[in-house]
């Protein structure tokens, strides 16, 4: 009996041991998005289901707490097996070998000729690294102009008519949407997402003939006329200024939401209007807002819409083999569903297949979108992306608030970008 | 057995004493001694936070560099600014409102927890209820233009250099003064009462006791809370990380911690991080040195 009684317990402990032996436990961190955790979730249950020997840990936290967190954990060689952020922020991992090249059969392709053929042309170069591929892309992202047609009915203009082609337009249209209380914006025309002067700032220098870096990659800020009508037009834009806005009143893409007469435009990409049907489904179904392109320039020697962005999901270099492959299954069989990303959080997965389905051609104002997106070219991304956008918010800040020349501003920012170029290393 | 018989009790005072000091000290030497000289060690590398090639030793180069820099200056410049502008007032403040809460007959509880409620607040909680205040719609304009009697004035909280500076002390000088006031009250409270009474009958009015008797006597709890409130200051992080991710300009309110905060994980530059936290260590570390000798100058009072 006893003998009996001790095999059985070996034979469970044993099968115990081998399942958990077996078991891939994979961590999967990414930026809170309301929209996105019932889907991911769901297909994180199917993903088990299909293979019983995987556990699936998703972590969410804001966008900008999982870039520390992740940073903190990969310092110290503890990082996820699967996250994403934006291309920015992303690439240093890749030049740092902390991230695996995509396993390209487990992730469903014959090879890499055959997964760049799936995408978009270029959508997959920020993470063609050395000759491989790093990264797949969860969102292909560019901004456009979301206008409130009430706000603009509501000044005697006609939406449809009077938006704003350029950014000429933009200060006078916004000058007109604006209502103030002495000094006090109380509605804003439009401003400007303040903390994303790559995506969104850098494209009015570009018009103008500007850029950050030199071809080369060696030279800091070239053109300085583009730079100092850029630093100009922000001076004129904030309270010291014609008072249209400032980067200290509430981000104007989140009042926007609200439709409550206090913004009446603002810039912003596709998967607003998803975030728009969440929180305000009756402003969404009232169809008074509509979506125009990235306004020009008068004089543009350039014709640059926003820059577009990518979040791609990467795979930690650190863990063991099969996690890896597992993660790259696990990252592909939620990619391959981007009709749902899209019907449920408005975002681009940019694959051939969904960029010539019915279901993207319908999607409200994505023509607006795509139409910019192919005349975009991608953000300004390496090692040193967030400093230097940090950088050129200082200059903006230091013209729009502080009352500091634009020509100082300028000679402060080149000293500053290109101490980080020679520094790099 | 016999040794431990033999010895004094002055010795197994010193033994049990050890026994009690030890949990702190390993404490200490785990999570203060340990990261400084890591940090230390850190400093003398150039090293990036996810680069996983061995880190490159290049000596005081780090140290070197933070001197030579304009940005690291301005960054000392700030805490400075911030420090002297906030600790004083805290401790001349945190002063008077012990005085007043313990010369009160009633509502003396009411007023300890009254001030000392937003000390229970994390910084973070604290800025963001200041940064709702601080909007240009909010109450700080609010209030100014009913108390001015201006109109539609926007006051800038968050937006030029002195507001913006003016904004962060106000944030700290509301959360830290209960706390101080509380080890005001303390202090005096252990005053004997005795030499309170002592010179009321000798003649002296309420300003010569306080000046005479009252302000001599704290002279412990006034090096204390003027130390602590300084190294509070000088590492003050919170208030000024918030404001800036809210718009606010970083330049004037770009003290060391945040600095350092950007060079770790924005740029990822660990050995240059390392070094900044080295020289903060070092200009507190100098500071607190200094008060204790300024306190020290004009020695100790007992009646």
Known sequence: MNRRLVLVLLIVLLSLSLVFANTIELEFWTHEDPNRTPLEERFIEEFQEMYPNVVIKRVTQSSSKIQELILTAFAANQGPDIFNMSIEDEFAYIANGRVAPVDYEAAGYKDMEDLLASYLPGTLDPVDYEGEIYGLPLEITNWCILLNKKVFRDAGLDPEIDYPKTWEEMMEVSEKLTIREGEIITRRGFDFRYPYYLVAFMPLVEQMGGKLVSDDGKTAIINDEAWLNFLDYMAAWGPNGRNLGSPTYKNARSLFNMDNNDIGMCTTGLYQLARIKADNPEFYDSGEFMVVPFPQFEDAVNYVPAHYYGHYYMVNSQKPKENQEMAWKFVSYMLSHAEEYLEKVAIIIPTNELLESETFKNYPYSDVFISDLEKSTVVYFSESSAKIQSLIKEAVESVMLSGTSSRDALDTLRRKVQEVLDDQY | ?303
Not at chain 2, 131 to 140: S, V
């Open chain 2, 1 to 303: 057995m016999r040794r431990i018989f033999n010895m004094g009790i002055e010795h197994k005072k010193a033994r049990w004493g050890w026994f009690f000091v030890i949990p702190s000290l390993a404490f200490f030497a785990v999570f203060s001694f340990y990261p400084i000289m890591n940090a230390f060690y850190t400093s003398l590398f150039r090293k990036r936070l996810l680069d996983l090639r061995p880190p490159k030793f290049i000596g005081f180069a780090n140290y070197e560099y933070l001197l030579k820099s304009p940005d690291f200056w301005n960054s000392v410049k700030a805490t400075f600014i911030f420090t002297l502008g906030t600790f004083i007032p805290i401790v001349v403040f945190s002063l008077l409102l012990a005085v007043f809460i313990m010369s009160r007959r009633r509502f003396h509880k009411f007023f300890q927890m009254a001030y000392y409620s937003p000390a229970v607040l994390s910084s973070v909680v604290a800025a963001a209820i200041w940064l709702l205040i601080f909007d240009p719609r909010g109450l700080a304009n609010t209030t100014m233009n009913t108390l001015l009697g201006t109109v539609g004035k926007d006051y800038k909280w968050l937006a030029t250099s002195g507001m913006v500076r003016l904004s962060t002390i106000l944030v700290y000088f509301w959360k830290y003064i209960g706390y101080f006031t509380i080890i005001f009250i303390t202090g005096l409270a252990s005053i004997p009462q005795s030499l309170h009474e002592a010179a009321r009958i000798d003649g002296a009015n309420g300003w010569k006791d306080f000046w005479h008797i009252t302000l001599p006597l704290l002279k412990p709890t006034t090096v204390l809370v003027s130390i602590m409130s300084m190294l509070q200051c000088l590492k003050t992080f919170s208030t000024q990380y918030l404001f800036t991710q809210s718009g606010a300009p970083t330049e004037p309110i770009n003290v060391i911690t945040l600095n350092i905060y950007n060079t770790a994980i924005r740029d990822h530059n660990i050995g240059r991080a390392s070094a900044m936290s080295i020289i903060l260590f070092g200009i507190m570390l100098f500071f607190t040195w200094l008060q204790f000798r300024v306190s020290k100058s004009g020695g100790e009072v007992d009646y």
